[in-house]
């Protein structure tokens, strides 16, 4: 008994004091921290990998890039093979019938037979991107303008003399679109070179005022990549 309650010792109890978790239930929030924190990171992961198709997009889009810049390497180097042998005999044309003269009808003839190769090459294009397709398709509508451009003149060679200056005069109209067209889809081939990074690349030809031919902007070879 106490003498100052009255109340027996086994009924008297001390002030609550908190004590600490077991052991058993620390170890338990531990584990349960860990999980949380691995599926979270799982689920992170997940959701930021890209999926299957995601992956197979990005690499064909890559190979399509590859493919694109060795394509412009070899659109450009044909592009000037193509104007070494297509100015001269677009400036013939252009040039006799003011000064009231016709080719010879052999000249003629080799004429058409450079345009039947040169016209040849883009027979079989290869698929590329929009910007490289555009580039080609200008290039190849300038050969065969240039090709009609000659064929009207074998035929001014062919025809009695009074018709002889109407045709060459209307093969010099059709060699000049041809190096209108001819300059819009170099300046274009100079654009898809400086974006693949190749630098400034130029293929035009010679206008010889050419209506509404484009020249190229006087920046340096290989320049501007």
Do not use: C
């Not at 297509?86 to 013939?92: K, M, R, S, T, V």
Request: net charge neutral.
């Amino acid at each position: 008994m106490s003498r100052r309650t009255g109340r027996p010792s086994h009924l008297l109890t001390s002030p609550a004091r908190p004590g600490r978790p077991p052991a058993r239930m620390v170890a338990v929030g531990i584990v349960a921290a860990l999980i949380v924190g691995l599926l979270g990171g799982l689920v992170g992961y997940a959701v930021g990998r890209p999926s299957a198709t995601e992956s197979s997009i990005a690499k064909l889009q890559e190979a399509d890039l590859r493919r694109d810049a060795q394509q412009i390497v070899e659109l450009t180097d044909m592009a000037r093979r193509t104007g070494q042998q297509l100015g001269p005999i677009l400036l013939a044309v252009r040039q006799e019938p003011a000064a009231g003269r016709a080719p010879e009808a052999a000249q003629v003839g080799q004429w058409q037979e450079v345009m039947r190769r040169l016209t040849a090459q883009f027979a079989d294009p290869p698929s590329g991107m929009t910007a490289t397709n555009v580039a080609r398709g200008g290039l190849r509508s300038a050969v065969e303008q240039a090709a009609v451009a000659v064929d009207t003149v074998a035929l001014a060679v062919a025809a009695p003399a009074d018709r002889r200056p109407e045709l060459l005069t209307l093969a010099a109209r059709q060699a000049a679109l041809a190096v209108t067209t001819w300059s819009v889809a170099a300046t274009q081939l100079d654009q898809i070179n400086i974006d693949a990074g190749n630098g400034h690349q130029h293929v035009h030809l010679d206008s010889d005022g050419a209506e509404g031919a484009l020249g190229p902007d006087g920046a340096a070879e290989g320049t501007g990549g």
